[in-house]
């Protein structure tokens, strides 16, 4: 799936909130792990690792190529 960079973020601000520690326990995985897949950047040891997207820079703040949709899938549905 390939969707906007700022589709994204929209999304991640949409998000009530407690919504990230909510997504990484129900696909029990580390919360960093959840906010890197919205773009953010905590990786330090013992923290959030990659989220399986990969970032293209250009209009709109560039395209996501999304490996696994589960975060985006429980993201969208917390916002409807």
């Known amino acids: 799936m390939i969707i906007t960079f ?12 407690g919504s990230m520690k909510k997504i990484a ?6 919360e960093d792990t959840v ?3 919205f773009g953010g950047t905590h990786y330090k040891e ?19 190529q999304i490996d696994d949709d589960r975060i985006l899938e429980i993201a969208r549905s917390m916002i409807q």
């Open 6 to 17: 700022n589709e994204l973020r929209d999304l991640k601000d949409k998000l009530p909130d």
């Open 25 to 30: 326990d129900e696909l029990n995985m580390d």
């Open 35 to 37: 906010r890197n897949y």
């Open 46 to 64: 013992g923290e959030g690792t990659s989220a399986g997207i990969h970032i293209e820079k250009g209009r709109n703040g560039g395209y996501v």
